[in-house]
């Protein structure tokens, strides 16, 4: 017996069950057209009919908060004391396993397999093997039974009314709800993947079946409890609307150039963007990922937080705001927080929709699509998001052997699931293109023969180091041009920044990785802006650099590295071909690159002595060959000379395949397919989407620790503000000079010293791998 007039789902706003499952159902048919071809992957694959998988889909939804209807979920809900435990999701597959326990979806030989429980019991949760291990004494106290017949009713009533194929009327049992709900999780459903039955059959059929029914679950669910009725899956941004809002986005634009033109023409295909940096392939993926596109997210994925993060405000421009574009990485709700106009209340539906690619668009880091399979965090969302998408890959060249294989492996999972790829990269080897055309052999190459012909940068290479070239950057400082130096180490960088005493500090700026989130947001923006600075200016750069910013200097001085590196370091001076109108005397932008230190030669490009030879020898002969003039198409020929099997070494392409390997033996023996991995097992099996020298830890120096009182900001859980002052450190180094680690952290308090200028101040030993 129950003493409440209204059984609600909800109390803020106040929803009944029944409506909310109503609410659900009414939106289901929606979210079934949305992964249409999803499921009828899913059907012709696992020869599954399309008809079952969607009946056993409407009643996964009609029963995922049944249990709801018990006296502590009801107190719970209304803020009422009560006594015992309350799972209402573990609960609700009690009332659905005596419909589906004789007829499974699918057998592992003789082991059935029921994944609309298991998505039923995780609706709030992670499936893991250990799941609700604590509530193996779970006793409800359920409502009264005239209740349950009505529901019963309201259920029979949708199915009717939808005309689910195969319906047959279900009637409640109250003796179902005897069963204890843990047991069927626990043994009859989690204990089944450790069974022969199961093991022997080597098959991604769990993974992707599970997947099915817990994302259809979760977005029903979802968008019903959002109240968001008017929920787009996907953009509805077509071309001609790509078009107007470019006329707006730069006042310059007329028309697409010939490449993007056939970029968006080649919407069917699978597309290869090989176009120099700053000449449009951005636009080029977009007009290529919203042609005729037929429920397809759209995913950009880039390589670190920095271009994510301004990719993310670009496509806002393109795809009408954060409503319909998500950002996914580790700092994102940090960002979304301080440059958003979103009220406080809502904060937190963006939150969850961007971690789980939700949005019609999503920009994330790679690192995000490589943990899904993983199974990490929100991976079963993020995973069905990926199918039948539009996934864009820029940066390609950028990543290491390992993280390259993981990708190529990522690649191969999706593409039979009519998911489409534009991978977009300036100078990427043909040796590296022969690996992805194994798991991507249709493409169609986009390229632009008139650019081969362009020319932006005269270039003179020097034999000194480049601190011995000083007296340029004060030379052309002095004339008022914008200077780019960048440096191979944070070492070099700060030792080039202190020595340009005669240049004063609102005029120069140093740039690398060990700045807090709050100043190297002030120098990213500075570095964006440096066109409206007034006379000139030297920006000392790390790495960093080369694919964060849209940033465009006069003058770069460089130290020498791998041939795709110094082209990404190239396109950031004279990015657009335009300084003969900032700077009459000039046609071409002057480029001096020196050779790299034995420092950065020895940490930073280790693996790659033949490639830092072969670059600076072989840029040194075409600069006597042509007095440093150099096109577009030199630099092409140049990344395919100097990356040849040779000077990658048997080593890198190892990297490669041992990477695709470790991912799919991580799916099949650590994870089973379904379980979310748990941090154990991620340290255990050293999973990661990189492969790192040395361990990076979080850290805030004590300068910052003093200021903020940082044990006070963790007890309130306001870790926003803690990213702000947050550095990445090589473990060593935080070991080194702990004073101690934040509460219920693991963030070191370092005792080392910090300026706005330098960035973080370690000792000389401390800085000379870094």
Known sequence: MTQYTDILAKSKPRVTLIQHIRDCLNVFFDV?????????????????????????????????????????????????????????????????????????????????????????????????????????????????DSF?????????????????????????DKSSIDDNAYKILAFDIIKSF???????????????????????????????????????????????????????????????????????????????????????????????????????????????MVTTNKMWKRMCRFFDGNDNVGLSHSSAQYLLKKNSEIEAEDLRQHYLYNRTFF??????????????????????????ASCNARIIIDEIHIYDAYTFGLILQIIEFLRPYNTKFAIMSASLPNILKVELEKVLPEYALIQEPSHDEKQRHLIEVRESLIEDNLSEVITHF???????????TIAKAKEIFNSLTSICYDKKMLYHSQFILLDKNKKEQTLEEISEISGGFVAICTQIVEVSLDIDFDVLITENAPIDAIIQRLGRVNRKGLINKRIPDYDFAPVIITRESEKSR????????????????QLSSRVKENAGNFNEKDFKDLVNIIYTKESLGKSYFNEIDEARSFIKKVISDVLKNVFTLNIDDA?????????????????????????????????VKDYDILKEYILKVPLHIAKKNKIRVINDTNIYILDLGYNESEGLLLSTDDSNII
């Open 359 to 384: 949005k019609p668009v999503t920009v994330a880091t790679v690192d995000q699509i490589i943990y899904s399979f993983f199974n990490w965090g929100y991976w079963v969302l993020t995973s069905a």
């Open 683 to 715: 340290q255990l099996n050293k999973i990661s989407s990189r492969k790192q020298d040395y361990i990076t830890v979080e850290a805030v120096t004590v300068k910052h620790f003093q200021q903020m009182n940082f044990d006070e900001i963790v007890a």
């Open 32 to 144: 079934i057209s949305w992964n249409e071809a999803f499921i009828e992957l899913i059907s012709d694959r696992y020869k599954i009919d399309k008809d079952f998988l969607i009946k056993r889909l409407f009643l996964t939804v009609a029963f995922h908060d049944i249990a709801k209807a018990t006296t502590n979920f009801q107190a719970k809900i209304r803020g009422v004391d009560y006594t015992g435990l309350e799972s209402h999701a573990l609960s609700s597959i009690t009332f659905l396993y005596p419909i589906v326990k004789n007829e499974p979806i699918i057998k592992f030989k003789n082991v059935p397999y029921y994944p609309e429980l298991m998505s039923i019991a995780t609706h709030h949760s992670k499936l893991e093997k250990h799941s609700f291990s604590s509530y193996n004494k779970l006793n409800n106290n359920y409502l009264d």
């Open 602 to 617: 020895k940490y930073v490009y280790k693996n790659l002595d033949t490639v830092l030879s072969e670059t600076f020898n």
């Open 478 to 488: 002095n004339h008022d041009r914008k200077v780019l130096i960048v440096c191979n």
């Open 194 to 304: 450790d069974k022969d039955g199961y093991i022997r059959e080597k098959s991604e059929k769990a993974r992707d079946v599970f997947m099915l029914f817990k994302s259809v679950l979760h977005y029903c669910d979802w968008i019903a409890s959002s109240g968001n009725l008017n929920y787009k899956y996907v953009s509805g941004v077509d071309n001609r609307a790509i078009t107007q809002k470019m006329s707006v986005i730069n006042s310059r634009f007329k028309e697409w150039s010939l490449f993007q033109l056939k970029a968006a023409n080649a919407w069917n295909q699978n597309i290869f963007v090989q176009i120099s940096t700053g000449q449009g392939k951005t636009e080029a993926a977009v007009l290529w990922s919203t042609n005729n596109n037929q429920n397809q997210k759209i995913l950009f994925l880039l390589p670190t």
């Open 148 to 172: 349950f017949h009505l529901y019963y009713e309201s259920v029979n009533e949708q199915a009717l009314y939808n005309k689910i194929e195969g319906w047959v009327e279900i009637y409640f």
